[in-house]
Antibody, heavy 119, light 111 residues
Framework: QVQLVQSGAEVKKPGASVKVSCKAS????????ISWVRQAPGQGLEWMGW????????NYAQKLQGRVTMTTDTSTSTAYMELRSLRSDDTAVYYC????????????WGQGTMVTVSS | QSVLTQPPSASGTPGQRVTISCSGS????????VYWYQQLPGTAPKLLIY???QRPSGVPDRFSGSKSGTSASLAISGLRSEDEADYYC????????????FGGGTKLTVL
């Protein structure tokens, strides 16, 4: 079936980087894009950015420009999100979600990856 | 502070009809589609309504969406206990370089 499976929980120190993976199956990976959405504990959803699995084009949330990089590996149908210079307020569950294009619904969601930033 | 405004909570008894509002502006809801997501406790969000009022396959017709101007609403009829969840509205925002914006979420309690 169509699914996105994310990598496991991470604990990082302030200033470090984290790279979360999202492996797609059950559909043609390059026909869709992947958005990343995060949710701080007890808070709402925040869109981080989007990458086209077709050509690698990206669109990042202005707030995260310069700290986030999204990439894909079409040979393994996997998307990656790297966040650098981590701060305590980056502690959140990070979700990947597929969509037909940058402006389309997030159809399928990964299970989420908890990233904890703590000294 | 979320760009889209939702009531923090809503409630109803089984069988009732409840509505959840979502207010935005001309740069988001006023000019783009509205989407609704349901997040059951401890799980990832799930697409509930797309393009203002369309239901993905598998979503019961008890759920419906509407949009007027810069506001939108989600209606749930025949409320069931399993509908207890957080509900989020979302829309593309054309301001600056563009981005997706969400409401702060509405926690629905089935009494």
């Amino acid at each position: 079936q169509v699914q996105l499976v994310q990598s496991g929980a991470e604990v990082k120190k302030p200033g470090a980087s984290v790279k979360v993976s999202c492996k797609a199956s059950g559909y043609t990976f390059t026909s869709y894009g992947i958005s990343w959405v995060r949710q701080a504990p007890g808070q709402g959803l925040e869109w981080m950015g989007w990458i086209s699995a077709y050509n690698g084009n990206t669109n990042y949330a202005q707030k995260l420009q310069g700290r986030v990089t999204m990439t894909t590996d079409t040979s393994t149908s996997t998307a990656y999100m790297e966040l650098r210079s981590l701060r305590s307020d980056d502690t959140a569950v990070y979700y990947c979600a597929s969509g037909a294009s940058l402006w389309d619904a997030f159809d399928i969601w990964g299970q989420g990856t908890m990233v904890t930033v703590s000294s | 502070q979320s760009v889209l405004t939702q009531p923090p909570s809503a409630s109803g008894t089984p069988g009732q009809r409840v509505t959840i509002s979502c207010s935005g502006s001309s740069s988001n809801i006023g000019s783009n589609y509205v989407y609704w997501y349901q997040q059951l406790p401890g799980t990832a969000p799930k697409l509930l309504i797309y393009r203002n009022n369309q239901r993905p396959s598998g979503v019961p017709d008890r759920f419906s969406g509407s949009k007027s101007g810069t506001s939108a609403s989600l209606a749930i009829s025949g409320l069931r206990s399993e509908d207890e969840a957080d509900y989020y509205c979302a829309a593309w925002d054309d301001s600056l370089s563009g981005s997706w914006v969400f409401g702060g979420g509405t926690k629905l309690t089935v009494l």
